[in-house]
């Protein structure tokens, strides 16, 4: 079907064709019994010198021509029908000759369009829709180097990005079925409205292919809720960033990993998702490092901390289950977190020695005398969770198993006790407090076959007062 | 591809102001600190009202609901209209 501002096409029988074709080439002798004008993608002279040459494929492009020949049936200047390739009892009922190319075989598939081509159709998509963008266009001058410039001009985290030209931008909007000029959400601190457009700006930026882009912006919305509190995230003097964990089947379709090195280097979409996210808070909402951002130390996975859950062979059910989603559902949980810290225990073989080494660490998050403030991930690997497997514990097992281990005697957690300042106030001193919140131990399963570990991504300050995790469905 | 690109940024232009004049003395001046509802801020701002009382000038104390969130609009919009002088800083 036609697209708006797509150049009219005349009444009548309209055909598109190109010489490179041999379906085309076959068919050209029947035209002229029919054809009211027949448009030409390469050869100006094909079929005949009476064909209009679709030169800049404005035509091909606004018609939505995928294959040649294409022919289409035009009542009013509005398309009725149409036919592609060589069907020949289809272009029999569209032209309503009967006797149309009985020498030909019944049935020949038509040739890619020009306009599809890969190498055009990111230069023919600026063309033809780079009005849609409203953004300010930065003209780079012969001399400038464009990566030079786009970090002088602070728009990186530190490292290089991928210059956002409009064909980037374009391609990368083709994996949202939202419109451009969308608003997402608003970011903080500047609370800034980011539209589509701004965030595929820095998703291409970022290093995303267009199919991540939904990720990117379910993710966007969930960090920039008043649960989640990017602005806080940000201020914060704590190491602490979002941490985006990603559930469902669309991980694997977009080659997410949740397995060896999920939370390392190495794979495209964990890296790119998670560092898009933390682009357009810093471009877009205007959080950077020294300003707003006042981490005393930061941590690497401000760069970007993104993975997605090992479901597959998973003894648990999901993170994003556990909140109230489908297992078919896509879905993002973000959670204001530091750097993962390794919990080893290679020897362990029942899932009450894993839960009394998981607790033991556990309870020294941030400080063995801190209760109550902070939330964690605790992420299993593939051989603890192994062991849970064996001894038939699932997620909620597991949780109160921790819980219960994880309720402290208040003589140890007053100010000055084990010799440590921190604490809490003295007359707690006989009280039992447990280390976290009845909801604050997030369990996802990830990481590679082989290891006897599981890590903790310990939070910042949680609750109403801080930062909540929140989980959005991600859709297309 | 092309030699131009599209700003990532919000494409905000900061508004220059003019600082108003400092005042020669605090001596009647309404002085606003914020209690930004972290441990122990409340024992430096005493002192500091001390000191500024002692200088004449009148001191209003607020308080934010957490540290964690920007100070509510209510909350700027009552010390924009209630105050002459802002102490600011940024502390931890």
């Given amino acids: 079907m036609s697209q708006p501002g797509a150049p009219s096409l005349p009444d009548g029988l309209v055909v598109v064709v190109k010489r490179e074709c041999e379906t085309c080439r076959m068919v050209a002798p029947l035209l002229p019994q029919f054809a009211t004008v027949v448009y030409t993608q390469d050869d100006p002279a094909f079929p005949t010198p009476a064909a209009v040459h679709d030169a800049d494929l404005a035509v091909s ?190 991980t694997r379709a977009i080659g997410m990993n949740s397995e060896g090195n999920a939370l390392g280097q190495g794979n495209r979409a964990n890296l790119t998702i998670g560092r898009a996210v933390q682009l357009i808070v810093r471009n877009v909402g205007g959080g950077r490092p020294g300003e707003v951002d006042r981490a005393t130390h930061g941590n690497p996975g401000k760069i970007s901390f993104c993975f997605a859950e ?126 976290f919140r009845p909801d604050g131990i997030l369990v996802v399963h990830a990481g590679g076959g082989a290891g006897l570990f599981s890590a903790m991504i310990g939070g910042w300050a949680n609750g109403q007062m801080g930062s909540q995790p929140v989980t959005k469905e991600v859709l297309p | 591809m092309s030699r131009t690109l599209l700003d990532p940024s919000s494409e905000r232009s900061t508004l220059l102001r003019e600082r108003l004049a400092r005042p020669a003395h605090l001596s009647g001046q309404v002085v606003g600190l914020l209690d930004i509802s972290k441990p122990r801020g409340d024992v430096y701002l005493d002192r500091l009202e001390e000191l500024l009382v002692e200088a004449g000038a009148k001191v209003l104390r607020y308080k934010k609901p957490t540290f964690t969130k920007p100070a509510p609009v209510d909350l700027r919009h009552e010390i924009a209209t209630q105050c002459t002088l802002v102490i600011e800083a940024l502390a931890d």
Avoid at chain 1, 149 to 160: K, Q, S, V, W, Y
Avoid at chain 1, 226 to 234: A, P, R, S, T
């Fill in chain 1, 61 to 250: 492009w606004h018609h939505d021509i995928e294959t040649v020949p294409t022919v289409i049936r035009v009542v009013d200047g509005v398309e009725v029908e149409r036919t592609v390739g060589w069907v020949r009892n289809q272009w029999v009922a569209i032209t309503g000759i009967e006797s149309l190319g009985q020498d030909l075989p019944p049935f020949r598939p038509g040739c890619g369009s020009l306009s599809v081509d890969p190498d055009r159709v990111d230069q023919l998509r600026a063309a033809f829709s780079g009005h849609l963008l409203t953004s300010r266009r930065i003209e780079l001058a012969d001399l400038d180097d464009e990566m030079e410039m786009l970090f002088e001009r602070g728009f990186t985290d530190g490292l290089p990005v991928v210059p956002p030209t409009e064909e980037r931008v374009l391609r990368m909007l083709q994996g949202t079925t939202r419109a451009a000029s969308d608003v997402v959400a608003i970011v903080p601190p500047d609370l800034v409205e980011v539209t589509i457009e701004k965030v595929a700006i820095n998703a291409v930026m970022a290093g995303c292919k267009p199919e991540y882009l939904p990720w990117v912006i379910a993710a966007l919305e969930a960090v920039c809720t008043d649960e989640f509190n990017i602005h806080g995230v940000l201020a914060t003097t704590m190491p602490v960033g979002p941490v985006i964990v990603c559930n469902g089947p669309g």
């Fill in chain 1, 310 to 435: 090992r479901e597959h062979d998973s003894p648990l059910t999901s993170l994003a289950v556990s909140r109230g989603f489908q297992p078919t559902q896509n879905a993002v949980t973000v959670f204001a977190g530091e750097g993962p810290r390794c919990i080893v225990d290679q020897k362990v073989r029942t899932a009450l020695e894993l839960a009394n080494v998981f607790a033991a660490c556990l309870r020294t998050l941030h400080s063995p005398k801190l209760v109550l403030a902070f939330d964690v991930i605790l992420v299993i690997g593939p051989e603890h969770a192994r062991v849970l497997a064996a001894d038939g514990w699932g997620r909620e097992r597991l949780l109160n198993e921790l819980h219960a281990r994880l309720q402290l005697p208040g003589s140890e957690l007053v100010h000055g006790a084990l010799g440590i300042a921190d604490g809490v106030p003295a007359h707690l001193r006989d009280a039992t407090l447990p280390k």
